[in-house]
């Protein structure tokens, strides 16, 4: 692995393997801390199981996990890496706003951008002709939900998790996302203390109460 | 228990009842009559010495002693100094919430649950998995599991070396 798989991460996705998989799926998800996994699943029919393998292994070569598995009469497989960070790698960026960036805030920002890249190669010119109808899904997961105005270019939006899909008869593509989440854990420790507090002060008061003079 | 002001009170009424009978405390000053320290009642006013009849000042003097009282009027209670909106409000808070029975929080149990709830944050803030290689199989576990396991399993092979040397030791002495 080079630079530290660094330059696995660099999302080049050849044509032909979207022409080769009945589906191909890549999943980014982001975690709180910036850490993340990287994921890249695919289906094909069994006859293409070598060739497909073989272009997931070319396109990921830094992945470290690699499981295959057979659902009814296709072939699945899945690669993975999980890096410790998201920050540093080429072709993308994150930029995370926790506690050390805004310390008075309700909500940690996450911002994330990727260049995707579809790698023609050796590809036919009937494969090229036949690009358009090549696609893949790109599926980002964040922290907290997307925020859909930051979306670019336009993507299915459920919650924390957008899908892109991605045709071949374009090169190149620069996925951009913004997700906020509420800092609860921050939340509970304040409340917690607040509680504490008015509940000390109830019982001082209740105190003073019984030991104040009264009227007859 | 009965205090001064009572018994002002009981005379006040007496005197407004026409009770002349009452030996009538001197209303001028307004100064209440020295009371037996820890006898709970007032000691009764000292009665004016007796005048000999037929003195010249002796007819005069009631004269003067009931255009005063006409001047002053009866003697009247001194009355306490009534409570204003805030203190009403004060004193009907502070009467419901004597009556409360809280559960008794100190601070050790708060510093408790705090040092627990920190903890509980900690976990969460890490519990991104990270990817732990066991002989070629990757596994993905919660970093904050990981390093409960890691603390774990360092505690138990310590705690097993312990035994193992004091049995060892134990053997040995025998």
């Known amino acids: 692995m080079r630079h530290g798989g660094l330059v696995a991460l660099a999302a080049t996705v050849p044509l032909l393997l979207l022409h080769q998989t ?18 890249v699943w695919a289906r094909a029919d069994p006859s293409r199981a070598r060739e497909v393998r073989t272009r997931l292994r070319e396109a990921t070569p830094g992945y470290e996990d690699e499981r295959h598995a057979s659902e009814g009469s296709a072939y699945v497989i899945s690669r993975s890496w999980r890096p410790t960070t998201l920050r540093d790698m080429p072709d993308t960026k994150l930029e995370t706003v926790d506690l050390p960036q805004r310390l008075v805030s309700l909500y940690n920002e996450y911002s994330w951008e ?4 579809i790698h023609i190669g050796p590809a036919t010119s009937s494969e090229k002709a036949g690009a358009a109808q090549a696609t893949m899904l790109y599926i980002l997961q964040t922290p907290g939900r997307v925020d859909e105005a930051s979306v670019m270019p336009l993507g299915q939006v459920t919650g924390d998790t957008v899908v892109w899909r991605l045709t071949g008869d374009k090169e190149e593509y620069t996925l951009q996302a913004r997700s906020r989440m509420l800092r609860w854990d921050m939340l509970l420790l304040l409340v917690y203390v607040a509680a504490a507090f008015a509940a000390m002060t109830a019982q001082w008061a209740v105190r003073r109460a019984r030991t104040r003079p009264r009227r007859i | ?22 030996p009538k405390p001197a209303p001028s000053t307004g ?63 502070s009467q419901s919430l004597s009556g409360l029975r809280l559960p008794r929080i100190d601070l050790a149990t708060v510093a408790y649950g705090l040092v627990g709830l920190i903890v509980f944050v900690l976990l969460a803030q890490n519990w991104a998995p ?25 505690m138990l092979t310590l705690w097993l070396m312990q035994r193992s040397l004091g049995e060892r030791q134990g053997a040995g002495r025998r």
Request: net charge negative; glycine share 10%; hydrophobic share 40%.
């Open chain 2, 1 to 22: 228990m009965v205090d001064d002001f009572d018994v002002e009170l009981e005379e006040a009424a007496q005197q407004a009842r026409g009770g002349a009978s009452a």
């Open chain 1, 22 to 39: 009945e589906d191909l799926r890549m999943l980014t998800r982001i975690e709180r801390d910036g850490s993340g996994l990287k994921l």
């Open chain 2, 31 to 93: 100064a209440r009559p020295a009371s037996a320290p820890g006898s709970g009642t007032p000691a009764k006013p000292a009665s004016p010495p007796a005048e000999a009849p037929g003195e010249p000042e002796a007819a005069a003097k009631p004269a003067a002693d009931q255009a005063e009282g006409e001047r002053t009027g009866p003697a009247r209670a001194m009355s306490a100094r009534k409570p204003g909106l805030i203190g009403r409000w004060v004193e009907a808070i």
């Open chain 2, 130 to 154: 990270v990817r732990v290689n066991v002989f070629g199989v990757y596994i993905d576990i919660p970093k904050a599991v990981a390093f409960i396991l890691s603390v774990g399993i360092g």
């Open chain 1, 114 to 117: 990727e260049k995707v890249t």
